[in-house]
């Protein structure tokens, strides 16, 4: 059962990674997540893209409705995906 569990996260981790690649490759896709989200993106806004990726991961957390591997962790994966953006960016800001 612990094999399962580590290869589960391990898939999750390259979901969200991969995810996260698409995203920056083409950052006009971050406007189909939420609202604004690629503006905030393209003015370095790093908080705010974090800030809006907790608030949809949060959002999914309370409206837990659907199973893994029929499309309903997609949301999830978005939210995880634009947090490690902001963290990313913020991150290369600072060592800037």
Same mark, same amino acid.
């Not at 939420?34 to 790093?46: G, T, V």
């Given at each position: 059962?612990? #094999?399962? !569990? ?9 979901? +969200?990674?991969?995810?996260?690649? !698409? ?15 690629? @503006?905030?993106?393209?003015?370095? #806004? #790093? @908080?705010?893209? +974090? ?22 962790? +997609?949301?999830?994966? #978005? ?7 902001? !963290? ?9």
């Amino acid at each position: 059962m612990k #094999n399962i !569990r580590a290869r589960a996260i391990k898939t999750a981790r390259e979901m +969200i990674k991969a995810r996260a690649y !698409r995203l920056l490759a083409k950052p006009a896709e971050l406007e189909n997540i939420w609202p604004s989200l690629w @503006q905030a993106f393209e003015d370095y #806004n #790093n @908080q705010k893209v +974090i800030a809006v990726g907790k608030m949809l991961l949060d959002e999914e957390r309370d409206n837990a409705r659907r199973h893994f591997g029929f499309g309903g962790e +997609i949301h999830a994966v #978005n939210a995880r995906a634009v947090i490690l953006i902001g !963290r990313a960016r913020r991150l290369a800001a600072r060592r800037a």
